[in-house]
């Protein structure tokens, strides 16, 4: 996995001060390393019988949209108010400094729909323990979060359901 971690470039303090951003975009451009990520991925999931991948806004579209085309099933986006042009059910969620709020399309689901969770980064766990609870009240099953990498210092992963998370590379 060191390959792939040295495909993701460091940032120092950004967006602010103090924190090491971790740029995947020097991943996603190099082929080989944006094919072994999603090989590696998809692979935990080929037999697990999936019928949607819910991409989270905005980097979570780029992996859950090439995690669904390898398992052939579909993608759902998941994204900030306005941005959906259906009738939608809405969560807001607290952030350090306020609130944010993520949507999803009313019927994004059929009842009992095996449902992956992708998103690039596990830090906090806020953002995706929301979507966790618009994919669990539109009836879906959570099989799994599963994340490019994980900042473990962070937590996030207490914040999601136990044992369904899966990081292919941790911090």
Same mark, same amino acid.
Request: glycine share 8%.
């Given at each position: 996995?060191?390959?792939? +971690?040295?495909?993701?470039?460091?940032?120092?303090?950004?967006? +602010?001060?103090?924190?090491?951003?971790?740029?995947?975009?020097?991943?996603?451009?190099?082929?080989?390393?944006?094919?072994?990520?999603?090989?590696?991925?998809?692979?935990?999931?080929?037999?697990? &019988?999936?019928?949607? $991948?819910?991409?989270?806004?905005?980097?979570?579209?780029? /992996?859950?949209?090439?995690?669904?085309? &390898? /398992?052939?099933?579909?993608?759902?986006? $998941?994204?900030?108010?306005? #941005?959906?042009?259906?009738?939608?059910?809405? #969560?807001?969620?607290? /952030?350090?400094?306020?609130?944010?709020?993520? !949507?999803?399309?009313?019927?994004?689901?059929? +009842?009992?729909?095996?449902?992956?969770?992708?998103?690039?980064? /596990?830090?906090?766990?806020?953002?995706?323990?929301?979507?966790?609870?618009?994919? !669990?009240?539109?009836?879906? !099953? $959570?099989? !799994?979060?599963?994340?490019?990498?994980?900042?473990?210092?962070? &937590?996030?992963?207490?914040?999601?359901?136990?044992? +369904?998370?899966?990081?292919?590379?941790?911090?």
């Amino acid at each position: 996995m060191d390959d792939l +971690k040295n495909a993701i470039r460091d940032i120092p303090d950004f967006p +602010k001060k103090g924190i090491v951003f971790k740029d995947i975009t020097t991943l996603l451009a190099d082929a080989k390393s944006f094919h072994r990520m999603v090989d590696l991925i998809a692979h935990r999931y080929l037999d697990k &019988k999936i019928d949607q $991948v819910v991409g989270v806004e905005a980097r979570g579209f780029i /992996l859950g949209a090439a995690l669904a085309y &390898k /398992l052939g099933c579909g993608i759902t986006l $998941v994204r900030k108010p306005g #941005k959906l042009p259906y009738k939608t059910v809405c #969560k807001s969620y607290e /952030l350090e400094y306020g609130t944010d709020t993520l !949507e999803i399309h009313e019927d994004a689901f059929h +009842k009992g729909d095996r449902v992956i969770v992708a998103d690039d980064l /596990l830090a906090t766990g806020g953002t995706v323990s929301t979507v966790v609870a618009l994919v !669990e009240q539109l009836g879906a !099953e $959570v099989v !799994e979060c599963a994340f490019l990498a994980e900042l473990d210092f962070l &937590k996030g992963r207490d914040r999601l359901p136990e044992g +369904k998370v899966y990081s292919l590379l941790r911090y």
